[in-house]
Each structure stands twice: as C-alpha cells, then as structure tokens.
C-alpha cells in the first residue's frame, strides 16, 4: 500500500476510534447474561424443593419486566452511572431507575439523593466544585469523637459542572482526615473494580440509553432538600411536571413508565394533571419511617388501603420487611400489611433485594421483620419465592437484576 494511501487509511481509523459510540450503537446479547451470582445463590440455599426447582434451572434466561434495575446494578456498579445501567440490562432487567433530582439551574440529573454527591462522586477532591457544597470536608478528629462529614448537593452546582465530576460507589470514610480518604469508604461486601471512572447521567441521557437498551423507564421524583419553591419560583408541582415531561418530549409511552414517589402528594398532582403516568405510578412507602407504621397493625396505616386505592393510587412500593412475617412455625410468610393492600386491589413492587448485603447474620434493614429464619446468602432467593408466590408482587427492584431475572426465567414470571 502506498504510504500516502496507508497514512490516510490510519487517520480515518483514528477518527473513527475516537468517535464515542452512540447510544443507539450499544449492542446487547440477545440473551440475559446472569454470570455466577444467581447459582451461587441456589448452591447456599437449604436443601428443599424450591432449592431442587432452581437448580434445575439453566437457561436460556431472557430480559423480564418483573426484574427492576435498583440504580443500575448498585451492588457493584456506581449508581445510577451508565456503567450501572448497562450492566443492569445486561443482567435482563426489563426496567431501570434513575432517582430524579435537580441542578443549581434547574437541570434533571440521576441521583439516589439531591445531597450524595459527597459520597456518590468525587466532588471532594474537585477543589473548584468542593468550594460550593452546602457543607465543605470537615476531617474527624479522633479528641473530640467527632466524625468525618461533608454535604454536597446537586443544587450546589450547575448542570455543566455536574457533568465534570465522576461517579463512586456510594460510601464513606468516617474517620477521614482528608477528603481522598472520606471519599474511600466503599463497603467490603462491595467492590471498587467497577468504579474507577463511572458516567454521570443527566435523566434526559438516562431516558434515552435506557429507551436504546429496550427496557422500561421507573423515575423517582427525589425529594428536594432545598427549600421549595427554589430560587423562588419552582415549586414542587412544576418539578413534578418536568420529570414527566421529559418522557413525552422523548416519545415514551406512558404505559412504559413507572414513575415513583415517597410523597404522596406528588402521587396525588399525577393523577390530576398525567393521568395517564398515575395509572402506574408507585405511591413508595414513606409511613414506616414517618408514622411508625407496623406492617401487622392496621392502625398505623394512615391513609388505610382502602383510602389510598380510592384516592387514585395504583401501586404501592414497600420495603421487603414490611410485606413479610413469620408464622407461629418460624416460616417467612405474607404480613397483614401486605395482605390489606392485594385485598384493597393494590399491586405491590418491592424494594430492594441484594441491598443489604450478606445474609449470614440475617441481614438488616430490609430483612428486620425475618431475621430469625435467615441465616445464609441463599435465604435471598427463599425471600424473593415468598415474595413472588405468596404476597403477589408485580416485580421486584434488585441491586443485582441477575438474582431478579434468574428467578423470573425459572418461575416463568411474565
């Protein structure tokens, strides 16, 4: 080849590597690809029949829309960064979450929360960026007792900054005396091989990869940590309003969408004004917290079932603890809460399994109301088996969809 032709050829070819792949270029298996996780699952649980059931179970496994993206794939991936998200269509889950929050100018991005960019991102160890967090580094100092803290918020910055930093796997370091050690502070039961250089998305960038990798859309609509309305006009309805806008600007079908709220409030201002959205909308228990719901005391559940079907709600989005109990056997069974809500005509998806970790110690928070029946990594797919069979859910939210699909492909959940 001449040199001339040779050397045009490589400039082309170094254009070409240098153009960043488009959304739409994003090739997926056309299979599910579950890796080792869910089997090791099946090996660690007890012997029985649903252990015998699962292990027969090899595939081919295929993408399920009852197998819902927790962040991405949040237990290895930083959340709600491109990297998480492909991994999680990957792993065939049919629909992915960008937690919904805003910018200083009012931009859409994907966070878990408007104030995590201190353990979410590097923001800390960006000095410009670091300046304008509603709470600089303040190291801890072992005399006192005083622990490592910092506050940064995306209504810190602007969209364009925000688009500068990198995303982490979400943690701290409490004893940190600088900010490169609070920023390392990723739990051990997780992994940083995955973290190096994490994509931030903005929710329009999340709709559409998310649009391009074939799966359904699951929105929460955060709530603000600034007080609303900010920079004194945009109050929470037009906030509301935004999130949803962005998926009919998109060409999104409403009934691809699953947009979620801790605020029934917002629930509420959906049914109103996008009827359409509300329809499965997810009214995401925020009472536990707030009221000191008992998910076996009627009681404490203000508004009752009965009420928040007839006041417009659809779906009502739990906590895996609150939808289970145990019987007088020991056995992990359906909870009166959950009970009430499927008697009521509520459709019930859970969150989120795969987020507390191992189960060796019988896990925390979500599993607070079990904990006496688990006792090992497997009881994650005997809780997800309860969940499915005898509460009812419609699907499940999973920081490692592989757990969610797998089970979905060997029940022939559709």
């Not at 496994?61 to 959340?79: C, K, T, V």
């Not at 990594?377 to 699909?405: E, H, I, N, Y």
Request: glycine share 6%.
């Amino acid at each position: 080849m001449p040199v001339r032709c040779r050397a045009a050829l490589l400039a082309m070819l170094a254009t070409l590597i240098a153009l960043p792949a488009a959304a739409e270029d994003i090739a997926l298996p056309r299979e599910a690809q579950l890796g080792p996780r869910p089997f090791y699952l099946v090996d660690k649980m007890k012997d029985g029949p649903l252990k015998r059931q699962l292990s027969q179970c090899t595939g081919p496994f295929h993408r399920s829309n009852f197998s819902i993206g927790h962040r991405g794939a949040a237990l290895q991936f930083p959340e709600h960064s491109r990297e998480s998200y492909l991994a999680a269509a990957r792993m065939g889950a049919g629909v992915i979450e960008c937690d919904v929050t805003f910018t200083k100018d009012r931009q859409l991005v994907c966070r878990h929360s408007q104030c995590d960019l201190h353990t979410t991102t590097n923001i800390l160890t960006v000095p410009d960026f670091a300046a304008k967090c509603t709470q600089p580094f303040n190291p801890a100092d072992p005399a006192t007792g005083k622990k490592a803290s910092a506050k940064c918020c995306t209504s810190d910055i602007t969209l364009a900054e925000f688009k500068r930093l990198t995303a982490k796997m979400d943690g701290f370091n409490p004893a940190a005396k600088t900010p490169e050690e609070f920023q390392n502070g990723t739990p051990r039961w997780r992994t940083d091989l995955y973290a190096a250089s994490g994509t931030l998305m903005t929710h329009d960038e999340s709709i559409a990869l998310i649009k391009s990798l074939g799966a359904k859309f699951t929105p929460e609509l955060k709530a603000p940590e600034v007080t609303m309305p900010f920079d004194g006009d945009y109050t929470q309805e037009a906030y509301a309003s935004q999130m949803l806008a962005a998926y009919k600007n998109a060409g999104i079908p409403a009934s691809d969408v699953f947009a979620q709220s801790f605020n029934l409030k917002d629930i509420l201002y959906w049914v109103k004004s996008e009827p359409d959205f509300a329809k499965q909308a997810v009214y995401l228990e925020e009472r536990y917290e707030k009221q000191g719901l008992d998910p076996n005391k009627p009681e404490t559940w203000k508004p009752s079932m009965a009420e928040l079907k007839a006041s417009g709600v659809a779906i009502l989005g739990p906590p895996i603890y609150a939808m289970l109990t145990l019987n007088e056997a020991g056995e992990i069974v359906p909870s009166a809460y959950a009970k009430a809500a499927k008697a009521a005509g509520l459709e019930l998806i859970g969150w989120s399994l795969e987020r507390d970790g191992p189960l060796h110690k019988g896990g925390a928070f979500y599993h607070q109301s079990v904990k006496p029946a688990i006792d090992r990594d497997g009881d994650t797919l005997a809780v997800l088996d309860v969940l499915a069979k005898q509460v009812g859910v419609r699907a499940m939210f999973s920081d490692w969809p592989a757990t969610t699909t797998f089970y979905a492909n060997c029940m022939g959940i559709k």
